[in-house]
């Protein structure tokens, strides 16, 4: 997934799995950040060498794929899960905050096989209960609003369709 993290370009990348029935499917799944993005000093004062945001959630994976059985059609989604937004360095300081996430979706699927999917789509991220406050009270601490934003994803998905 391509996403604004605090403004910045993220890239999350992970996997999951479901059952399907009929066009409904449900499963899990797991995301995490896989680039740097800098911690703001207007938001965490308390910054060690090296300090970057680190963001991870998984949890429930529900949705239905609208004429699935059509070479191109359309799957609606949604990623309901927690997870954690952290501020790391690389000696191994760490600072976090719990949130809860939801993330509808809207993709295009292409059936290339019958055990292999392509898809391309549209998300909002929608991040609840991030409260990540500077122990020494600071900085202001990083809200749900600092991470909240739209994104777009590549999917490939295997399986028997």
Known sequence: QFTAIDGEFAHLMG??????FNDF????YGLGMTNKVPVDQN?????????RLSVSHGGF?????LFGARPIHVCISSLIGWGELGIRDDNGQYDGDNFFIIVPTLEVELN???????????TYNLFTLVELNDPDGIGTGYTSSDLSAPGGFLSFKFGWF
């Open 112 to 122: 290339l096989t019958q055990y292999f999917r392509l898809g391309v789509g549209a």
């Open 61 to 65: 994976w529900l949705g239905y794929s």
């Open 15 to 20: 996997g999951g799995g479901a059952i399907l």
């Open 43 to 51: 938001k965490y004062a308390q910054v060690w060498d090296d300090s």
């Open 25 to 28: 499917f449900l499963g899990g």
